[in-house]
């Protein structure tokens, strides 16, 4: 089992950064990939990036290569997301999930955080 809390949503102009954070605690919490994923209403939740039980394996969306960092807190079990140069269509409610294994897929993602808004504005 894992529990995840995300938190650094906000409300941003374009070109500015934000900071998100996911907590993970639990059983198996150490033992997981942690994923980001971001959805807007009316569109399939989309695959931001996520980075392996270790820190040391990455992968990102496209949509948010060189722009996005994750990385990993091991000591507090905490994974961060750096977003920088936003635009507006970065703009979503952004999710952290855990999953057994590297995985890019939502479906293969067994546990979720209640989401951040994140905003763009113009």
């Known amino acids: 089992q894992v529990q995840l809390v995300e938190s650094g949503g906000g409300l941003v102009q374009t070109g500015g950064s934000l900071r998100l954070s996911c907590a993970a605690s639990?059983?198996?919490?150490?033992?997981?990939?942690i994923g980001w994923f971001r959805q807007t209403p009316g569109k399939e939740r989309e695959f931001v990036a996520a980075?392996?039980?270790?820190?040391?394996?990455?992968a990102y969306g496209d949509a948010v290569e060189g722009r996005f960092t994750i990385s990993k807190h091991n000591a507090k079990n905490t994974v961060h997301l750096q977003m920088t140069s936003l635009t507006p269509e970065d703009t979503a409610v952004y999710y952290c999930a855990a999953a057994f294994g590297p995985r890019r897929n939502h479906r293969e993602y067994e546990f979720w955080g209640q989401g951040t808004q994140v905003t763009v504005s113009s």
């Open positions: 639990g059983r198996d919490s150490s033992t997981t990939t």
């Open positions: 980075i392996d039980k270790t820190g040391g394996l990455t």
